[in-house]
């Protein structure tokens, strides 16, 4: 390691450093013919992708650390270790990531632009080395120079870019259209504080600012060349042009910077190399020296700080006014920067309008960035100068929406006032939207005010408001769910006037997806090879099908024995992380029972812990010998409640008084264990997914998009106890019902139950009654702080059917039981759990809107980072 570091390092060349904004093929061979012959030799040899070997590794390793950290060699840590293998990794995934975007721009396929508020990638160099095919020699390199490769992972924090399973989810198909080489690049925002650390303080969830930016993103490219202005507020000029058509000239009263940071995605065992765009915001006047002069220090700084603050955090807390307007203003941010991005690189093609949907295919991932409909249509009209119609049909063949719920409350709607304040421009064209779509409606269906009334975008309330879902259907040439349940409710429920009048061809289903490559061949690294040994190829990896060769082996007792010392490693692991972040001693030879994910009442945590109390209630009441023959459970919560979410978050509190009661009752022991793991992610999934027996998915039917939780965790042999809700049923449906346990009652039963409720006064389930009792009892802490939550089941007339479900849920847990004690058959069933789940690839669903909704195809990159 002693070697001389070379003198000279070579600038990126001058056609990868600027072949995102068009630089001819002719003029990149112009710039590469100036470089000397020196120059080129060091550049294949520092970066041809053939220079893999342990010492070229070490050699880039630490000269990242020489140079770029400048340390000693000899004054490495963990963390130091991380950045530097991250930036020896980050070169030769740029160099990757410039030949795939140069080979694009140069090609000019169609691509489709993925649009989301979150990517929630968790941590990004492990994933990066297993794509690129580099971790094992990574791991021989680094370890030769005195480090673990496991510690050096856990030194990287994970990116804060989003909550739950709709950003999961981005990052899932992300990585598969890397995978699968689809021309494709992600839009989101660059969040400083992410939604928010969480720690729980006295039982209580508390939010801290999430500082994963403080030691930089060696992951991300900071792209200072683009900023984009960005406008609010103001007024609309109207004006006859030339030809005496009317046109309108948005004047701003505000502005900000858009800055593009760059995130590249690898594909697996592939040269393609994809990207997630990332906006963040700053002023347009950073430091009003004026106003410092006379003293005024915090009015210098005022406009930073009302631009920053845009993309401070994911979803801002939007309880007051101030916070729905900084939503509003993020969306737009978000949106505008996107398609002005979207709109130059098209138009260096020179291409006319007419073939933009043929070159551009927008996702709306969920309504967030619904804006963009309008924005893409302002555009055209006020500033391309097309007339309305032809602009209009442009928009229409260009976006598709993905909706991901049905619940009321979740429908996102903007005042009137609020939106004409902060964008005039695009309430005008919102409005017009409206009156073209309500004119059509109307001729179609005559003299039906009640029909125009539910299908208008704009709601007539005080004050008027607008249904950003109606403006994204109304705007999308196609509409997808993401279950088959949950895209025939969507059908039959809150767009049925839409599928009437425009027949069901433009209301589809994907059903969600996950990747094997995050979700089994990282997360579970182990069983990863355990299954390529047995299959003998890792082609499951981009092929999950192929998992159903397992089935063959699912009476081998050899396999069986390997299987199952696989998961209970992957428990010990979960306990010592446990005892770490909770200080709770756990048995690995429990039933490992978890439930992670954001904290809702319609997810039903909160049926969840009532249970637990029931089992506690229940083992204190038995004699020693029957406690002899009680399954020890370890009950795993996790995951974040909304900060203002008063009852979700109450819910939390309520988890961890029963786990203080619990973990220390010696009557108890080892019999029941409570855990609540503060601050869920995907780095803690990486470790709680493979670790579990049973998993919970018990949101009320028909409340339920999808899930992804439930594929991770059954992709890796771990049962589910659930209703029959989002993708639950199709699960069953692959691996069969005798390998999930299921309960409830079923979505079209739902109204009628909660009808039966509130205007029948059904009873509510003694054993349900009981538990309530023992709360407010005081057996789990002052019985006044969760009177608001047990108000939900009786005044609220339990509106998430936890009296109605209890009973079925308490038999269902009793069969987790029994089921888990045969230990024979236990293994057999998580086998089978793994081999059928083939249909849950992400790259199946990205395969899906591929073919029938965005109509794109893979473009394969050659390898040819050799310089001649």
Request: charged share 25%.
């Amino acid at each position: 390691m002693a070697d001389k570091q070379p003198d000279f390092i070579p600038k990126r060349p001058m056609h990868h450093r600027r072949n995102f904004t068009g630089l001819t093929s002719k003029e990149a061979d112009m710039e590469r013919s100036k470089w000397p012959k020196e120059t080129i030799d060091l550049w294949n040899r520092l970066y041809k992708k053939d220079a893999a070997d342990i010492e070229t590794i070490q050699k880039s390793i630490v000269h990242h650390v020489t140079t770029t950290l400048a340390r000693a060699a000899y004054n490495m840590d963990n963390f130091t270790a991380y950045q530097a293998v991250a930036l020896s990794a980050r070169d030769r995934l740029i160099a990757q990531w410039n030949e795939t975007q140069g080979q694009l721009s140069k090609a000019d396929p169609k691509r489709v632009y993925y649009l989301s508020l979150e990517f929630l990638l968790g941590r990004s160099m492990d994933n990066a080395l297993l794509n690129l095919g580099l971790k094992d020699v990574y791991a021989k390199g680094i370890g030769q120079l005195g480090f673990r490769m496991e510690d050096v992972v856990e030194s990287e924090s994970d990116a804060a870019l989003g909550n739950g399973n709709l950003g999961r989810l981005a990052a899932c198909y992300m990585d598969s259209l890397a995978t699968l080489e689809y021309p494709a690049w992600g839009y989101g925002l660059r969040y400083n504080y992410g939604i928010f650390q969480q720690r729980i303080i006295e039982g209580y969830q508390a939010e801290f600012p999430d500082y994963w930016l403080n030691f930089d993103n060696p992951w991300e490219l900071p792209r200072l060349d683009i900023s984009i202005p960005i406008y609010f507020a103001g007024h609309v000029h109207s004006f006859q042009d030339e030809y005496g058509v009317t046109r309108h000239k948005w004047v701003p009263g505000q502005s900000v910077q858009a800055i593009a940071y760059d995130v590249p995605i690898p594909g697996y065992d592939t040269e393609n190399c994809n990207n997630i765009r990332l906006w963040r915001s700053k002023p347009t006047r950073v430091f009003d020296l004026t106003s410092f002069n006379e003293g005024n220090y915090e009015k210098s700084v005022e406009d930073a700080t009302q631009a920053e603050k845009i993309t401070s955090v994911l979803y801002p807390n939007d309880n007051t006014m101030a916070g729905k307007e900084l939503r509003l203003k993020q969306q737009y941010f978000w949106t505008a920067a996107s398609l002005h991005d979207i709109v130059r690189r098209f138009k260096k093609s020179q291409r006319d309008w007419s073939d933009f949907p043929e070159q551009v295919a927008i996702q709306l991932n969920d309504t967030h960035p619904t804006l963009a409909i309008v924005e893409l249509q302002r555009i055209l009209v006020d500033e391309e100068q097309l007339n309305w119609d032809d602009a209009w049909e442009i928009v229409t063949r260009t976006f598709a929406f993905t909706n991901h719920t049905v619940l009321p409350e979740a429908m996102e709607k903007w005042s009137v006032p609020m939106f004409e304040y902060l964008l005039p421009r695009h309430l005008q064209i919102v409005f017009d939207i409206n009156l073209f779509f309500l004119q059509k409606v109307e001729k179609r269906f005559p003299n039906d005010r009640e029909l125009l009334k539910r299908m208008s975008i704009i709601e007539e309330a005080q004050p008027q408001q607008i249904r950003m879902a109606h403006l994204a259907v109304v705007g999308s040439h196609k509409v997808n769910g993401v279950a088959a349940l949950h895209s025939n409710l969507i059908r039959d429920t809150i767009f049925k006037d839409f599928v009437e009048y425009y027949g069901s061809d433009k209301f589809v289903n994907v059903t969600n997806g996950i990747t094997s490559r995050r979700w089994l061949n990282q997360a579970n690294h182990k069983l990863s090879e355990l299954i390529t040994e047995t299959l003998g190829s890792d082609a499951w990896i981009k092929d999950l099908d192929l998992l159903k060769g397992l089935n063959k082996k699912v009476d081998d007792k050899v396999f069986q024995k390997k299987w199952m010392a696989i998961k209970r490693a992957n428990k010990v692991r979960l306990a010592e992380l446990i005892k770490e972040r909770c200080g709770i001693e756990v048995s690995p030879d429990a039933l490992f029972d978890v439930q992670v994910k954001r904290i809702h009442e319609y997810k039903r945590q909160f049926m969840n812990i009532l249970a637990v109390i029931h089992r506690y209630r229940t083992i204190k009441s038995l004699t020693p010998a029957q406690k002899a023959n009680v399954q020890p459970r370890v009950v795993i919560f996790g995951g974040k409640a909304a900060p203002g979410y008063y009852v979700a978050k109450l819910v939390i509190k309520l988890i961890n008084s029963v786990a203080n009661v619990v973990n220390q009752d010696p009557a108890v022991g080892d019999l029941l264990k409570v855990v609540f793991i503060p601050d869920y992610n995907v780095s803690l999934a990486e470790v709680i997914v493979p670790a579990s027996d049973i998993s919970q998915h018990i949101s009320t039917a028909g409340t339920e998009a999808s899930g992804t939780s439930n594929m991770k965790f059954v992709l890796n042999g771990g049962l589910i106890l659930g209703t029959m809700d989002g993708a639950n049923i199709e699960i069953l449906e692959e691996i069969g019902e005798d390998n999930i346990f299921i309960f409830g009652c079923l979505a079209h039963e739902v109204e009628d139950l909660r009808y039966a409720q509130r205007y029948r006064g059904v009873p509510m389930d003694p054993a349900l009654q009981g538990v309530l009792a023992a709360i407010e009892k005081g057996t789990f802490e002052d019985p006044k702080i969760f009177q608001p939550l047990i108000s939900t089941l009786t005044i609220g007339k339990d509106y998430y059917l936890i009296s109605a479900d209890f009973a079925s849920y308490l038999r269902a847990n009793q069969a987790v039981d029994a089921a888990y004690k045969d230990q024979d058959e236990w293994v057999k069933k998580s086998i089978r759990c793994t081999a059928n789940m083939g249909k849950f690839s992400s790259d199946r669903s990205v395969k899906e809107y591929a073919d029938n909704i965005w109509h794109i195809k893979p473009f394969k990159v050659v390898d040819n980072q050799q310089i001649d």
